[in-house]
């Protein structure tokens, strides 16, 4: 080799002194070295793993001593809701029934001390009929019947003229009306209505062919502010029964109520065959 050649550089793994056993280089340790402290917790461990203490304990005492007063203020206040609603029930139960025993007194007494108005002693309406036999008025009679003065007494009604037995009416009706301020007890009082009928007519009235009807209303104040209507309704039915040879053999005549009406006209005609079939 000649002298002016140059040394290569030794290499930086080689020993300086030649050797060529490569020199381990340091690789420094993953694991953290040993300092005699602990490690820092991770944050799961700090949530979930703390430790109580002395003074965490005195609060979860707190907390169940204070959701037991919250449970037994809740019962405790239930208890007294239900007493003042069974108290209410009670009180309002027991309103209801004096409320309840008043009125069944107020009725009694009504029933027993009110005014009554009605017909006179219940007898139906007259007709008057003169001597060229015309009929001149229908006459109505009123009577109070209770125990005090009846006040704002009104009538209104209407009087017609039917045929039988089909009850059909026959010309204008006559409408009447009057009103009594006042009636005392145990009194009455008669009112004339004009409704005129013709001889012809009226003979057809006394041969069971026709019949007058007089219905309509009564309305009083009963002394107790209440006021009372009474329906009334009458038809006048004359008959007169007569044997084959014409002869009279019985008469009547009258007001009968419109319910009884039918009844005492199927009467009337069976008597009338009957005094047929005997002479």
């Not at 208890?79 to 009180?91: D, L, M, P």
């Amino acid at each position: 080799m000649p002298d002016n050649m140059p040394v290569p550089p030794a290499n930086a793994d080689q020993d300086p002194t030649g050797d060529q056993t490569k020199v381990q280089k340091e690789v420094p340790s993953a694991i953290a070295p040993e300092t005699g402290t602990e490690p820092p917790l991770s944050s799961h461990e700090l949530t979930c793993k703390t430790k109580r203490d002395v003074w965490d304990h005195a609060k979860f005492a707190a907390e169940l001593i204070g959701l037991g007063f919250l449970i037994a203020y809740t019962i405790y206040t239930a208890g007294i809701y239900c007493a003042n609603r069974k108290s209410a029930e009670a009180t309002q139960n027991t309103f209801l029934e004096i409320q309840k025993q008043t009125l069944l007194q107020k009725q009694q007494l009504i029933g027993t001390q009110a005014a009554i108005v009605d017909l006179w002693q219940n007898t139906p309406p007259e007709l008057s009929i003169d001597n060229l036999q015309e009929v001149r008025f229908v006459r109505l009679d009123l009577e109070n019947s209770g125990h005090v003065t009846a006040t704002s007494v009104q009538v209104r009604l209407e009087i017609a003229r039917l045929t039988l037995p089909n009850e059909n009416k026959i010309g204008n009706a006559v409408n009447a009306e009057f009103m009594v301020p006042s009636l005392a007890q145990e009194k009455r009082i008669h009112r004339d209505f004009r409704f005129f009928v013709n001889p012809a007519d009226t003979k057809l009235i006394f041969d069971t062919k026709q019949t007058i009807r007089l219905s309509g209303t009564i309305t009083y104040n009963n002394g107790f502010d209440q006021i009372i209507p009474v329906p009334i309704c009458f038809s006048y039915l004359a008959y007169t029964v007569r044997n084959k040879a014409g002869a009279e053999r019985g008469s009547g005549s009258g007001f009968q109520r419109c319910e009884e009406l039918g009844a005492a006209l199927q009467s009337v005609q069976k008597e009338k065959i009957a005094a047929l079939q005997r002479d």
